[in-house]
């Protein structure tokens, strides 16, 4: 997965819309996108997401299952692939962006990280080494790419970072943050984490992108 980036250009076709590039690193891929989602989009999202919020979890690594972790005290909920329209509409423009097929992603998931709620640095692929991988690979196969999207702007803080390259991302509604990591290795560069919301509260909506397809 990647957007079609060429030489200057200031936006990507993303299906329904241009997308614009705020800024691109090569090595590890970053992009950061403006205007990937609207206002009445975001509302709409953090709208139907907000009934159906519970703590957010992690995988467990000895069995591939999930659980409740200290390192992540967001709340968080999925859509379905292709629940609502308005779900479809945005997995069709993030398929078209990233030149990926719509079933090769897994739900959207939206979260919500109140004042002092954070994610600590992490990877989003399945360590092999790991035992419970092997349950979690057999649905559509290893993550290879990440998108975030904020659905707000907080009023302090919950910058998504990067610790191996120094760079953090300042969340801002409608705005997108893409990384991708070809292999499950540390060598990838892809260590991230949202750091705690100081003031307010954050909102996000993110899609994990597999190898295959993901059911």
């Known amino acids: ?4 980036l060429a030489d200057a ?3 990507v076709p993303a299906g329904d819309r241009e997308v614009r590039i705020v800024s691109a690193l090569k090595d590890p891929q970053i992009v950061v996108f403006a205007n990937l989602l609207d206002e009445a989009e975001c509302d709409e999202l953090v709208a139907l997401a907000k009934a159906r919020l519970t703590r957010s979890e992690t995988v467990e690594l000895d069995t591939g299952g999930s659980e409740v972790n200290e390192a992540r005290t967001s709340e968080g909920m999925f859509f379905h692939r292709g629940e ?9 423009r993030i398929a078209a962006l990233l030149q990926w097929p719509v079933e090769n992603g897994e ?8 004042t002092g709620a ?7 692929y399945f360590d092999p080494a790991q035992a419970g991988s092997a349950t979690i690979l057999q649905r559509g196969g ?3 790419a990440s998108l975030v999207m904020y659905l707000n702007t907080p009023a302090r803080g919950g910058a998504t970072t990067f610790p191996d390259i120094g760079l953090d991302v300042m969340p801002m509604r409608g705005h997108a943050v893409f990384f991708s990591y070809p292999r499950p290795h540390p060598d990838t560069r892809t260590l991230h984490g949202g750091a705690p919301v100081q003031e307010g509260e954050k909102w996000v909506a993110t899609k994990w992108l597999r190898q295959g397809r993901f059911d």
């Open 107 to 114: 739900g959207l998931q939206i979260l919500r990280y109140r």
């Open 118 to 124: 954070e994610y600590k640095p992490h990877y989003d």
């Open 142 to 144: 290893q993550r290879l």
């Open 9 to 11: 250009a200031n936006t």
């Open 84 to 92: 609502t329209a308005l779900v479809a509409r945005i997995e069709a």
């Open 1 to 4: 997965p990647q957007p079609a």
